[in-house]
């Protein structure tokens, strides 16, 4: 089994539950996992592979919980610039509805590569629209390169405008279809077991895009294939207006309803919730994505972030659609929740967010929100997912009083090494598995026919 030595790292943050920060330290890695981490004394002299992280702060792989791939072909489109959630959605649909497999493969790609490059090393993607031929293979097609951990859904959407929902009639499918395939593709893909590098979960795509019938038929189907469930949930008003008219509860409400809470569910964004809702949230066991950036470029809201952290409701972070944060950079996210929790605290007299809270919540929170317990931290027996930053560089110029702070205060920067069990992904700022250029130039032409 090939093995991995880490040594001289300036600052290696475990990110465990004691918070253990080590100077001049490093890991022994065995066959993706970790044996060992400590300073450099306790560590063995040789392995397979060495590599001197002298002057990089080495931290836990980030975790994504929340993600659209495929709308990097569509950011800063025009007339999705200045309009809230239901506007941006209608003007946006009917582009996304002539995708091919192609834009998808080649979106899905170019995402994870930007993730990658920002210091994830686990993304969740929420892809709820299929067009034409386009299915959860071409998703799992163009992730592969990227050699990060991808969890994929197959989200849905069957409520057309006909029936009263949101989306047009020409991106809705069949709910047979949707239970049909959405078995199938757990069958096909999803891996279980610890360390699995490919994952499935189900994700009807929000209260406005499906019936509550495929909601509970979808939870049926993941909780007899033991997968989890994904949805958009309580992101703006219009949504929740939307509840009381048609289902005469609040969002939260609704979900309690259809069966969906529980440690095997998370919402994405769950912006306007009360005090009661993040109580009854934490009480069981659901997570959040919180999605910070999306939620200011919309104009959504601020989610209650030091509420769900004082209910210790479990909670991750997620950088939301590229056609909604025009970005893919989870480092510039962990600094976006920090900023936005301070703002919210102001005035209210509550605690400021520290720098190793969000970055705790972008690791570890994001592992636990996944459903995963082997990742989201280094520690021995957990699989050896981890970045590293150079510190010699004009960003952390005169910040290295604390290193792991600064990564969060200073300007966000792409990352300079990361392995995903033991594997290099990023080297030198550069993905491993993937030429750049070629990538966006036909990321680019791709996107251009799709706008045409």
Not at 344 to 362: F, K, S
């Amino acid at each position: 089994m090939p093995t991995l030595l880490v040594r001289s790292a300036e600052v290696l943050a475990q990110m465990d539950d004691a918070r253990t920060e080590l100077a001049d330290a490093g890991m022994f890695i065995r066959d993706g996992w970790i044996e060992q981490v400590g300073p450099n004394s306790t560590l063995p002299a040789t392995a397979d592979e060495v590599v001197d992280l002298s002057g990089h702060v080495v931290l836990p792989g980030l975790v994504n919980t929340h993600h659209h791939l495929y709308q990097t072909l569509t950011r800063a489109l025009p007339a999705a610039q200045d309009v809230g959630l239901f506007d941006w959605l209608r003007a946006l649909y009917p582009v996304w509805a002539r995708m091919t497999p192609d834009h998808v493969k080649v979106a899905t790609r170019l995402g994870l590569v930007e993730l990658a490059m920002s210091g994830c090393t686990t993304a969740f993607d929420h892809h709820y629209l299929w067009p034409g031929a386009t299915s959860l293979a071409d998703q799992f097609e163009g992730a592969d390169p990227v050699g990060i951990r991808f969890h994929a859904s197959r989200g849905s959407m069957s409520l057309g405008e006909s029936q009263g929902g949101l989306p047009p009639d020409s991106v809705v499918e069949d709910e047979s279809a949707i239970l049909a395939d959405s078995d199938d593709v757990i069958v096909r893909f999803h891996q279980p077991e610890a360390g699995g590098m490919k994952r499935v979960v189900l994700a009807p795509c929000s209260p406005f895009s499906v019936t509550t019938d495929l909601m509970r038929e979808s939870a049926t189907l993941a909780r007899q294939r033991t997968v989890t469930l994904h949805t958009h949930l309580a992101e703006t008003r219009d949504e929740e207006a939307f509840c009381r008219e048609r289902f005469g509860v609040r969002p939260v409400q609704l979900m309690e309803q259809l069966g969906w809470t529980g440690p095997d569910v998370w919402y994405a964004h769950a912006v306007h919730v009360d005090r009661a809702e993040v109580d009854r949230i934490a009480a069981a066991g659901t997570g959040v994505a919180h999605c910070p950036t999306s939620n200011m470029r919309l104009a959504s809201g601020i989610a209650p972030l030091a509420k769900y952290l004082r209910q210790r409701v479990k909670v991750g972070l997620g950088v939301d659609g590229s056609a909604s944060n025009d970005s893919s950079n989870l480092l510039a996210e962990v600094r976006q929740a920090m900023l936005l929790a301070r703002l919210a605290a102001a005035g209210h007299g509550d605690a400021l967010l520290e720098a190793r809270t969000a970055l705790a919540v972008a690791t570890r929170g994001g592992a636990s929100v996944l459903g995963r317990d082997d990742i989201g931290s280094l520690e021995p027996g957990k699989a050896a997912d981890f970045i590293a930053l150079d510190l010699n560089r004009i960003e952390f110029a005169g910040a290295l009083h604390d290193p792991v702070a600064a990564v969060v205060f200073c300007a966000p920067v792409r990352i300079d090494h990361s392995w995903v069990h033991g594997r290099r992904v990023i080297e030198h700022g550069n993905p491993v598995g993937v030429e750049l250029p070629q990538l966006v130039e036909l990321h680019n032409r791709l996107a251009r026919e799709l706008v045409a």
